[in-house]
């Protein structure tokens, strides 16, 4: 394979990943992903909200992390990209999954819930 083969390849591995390609050149590749919400958050935001009335703080928090949220960018060195392969340059790239904030609402979301099951297990 040549390294433009490899380079569409990994093309297409980041596109299959939810990764969009703002520029690409001979240098290399800049790839934005655009912010998401807490999957986990919101369903168990939900649950809680229809099956016991409670859930609206952890909703809450979903959406503050959704808004305070930036999409993730990277840039991607051509050579590097059909040398390594997508997974191994995104990874070198040094993307920044999450914050402190999304790791403060999961904990709290948690203690929440568990305090809730545990309050109405007891009654």
Known sequence: M???DLTND???????????????DAAGVQF????EWSKAAVILG????????????I???AALDYAMAKDKLIY?????????G????????AVTVGGLFKTA?????LIVGVTVLVGLAMR
Not at 10 to 24: D, E, F, M, N, P
Not at 46 to 57: A, D
Not at 105 to 109: E, S
């Open 46 to 57: 939900l649950v809680l909200l229809i099956f016991y009335g409670f859930g609206l703080l």
């Open 105 to 109: 609402a999961i904990i709290i979301g």
């Open 86 to 93: 997508w997974k191994a340059a995104k990874q070198k790239a």
């Open 10 to 24: 990994a093309l297409a591995q980041a596109t299959a990943a939810g990764w969009q390609i703002v520029s690409r």
């Open 59 to 61: 909703l809450l928090l």
């Open 32 to 35: 934005r992903k655009p912010k």
């Open 76 to 84: 991607v060195p051509a050579d590097q990209l059909a040398r390594d």
């Open 2 to 4: 040549t390294s433009i």
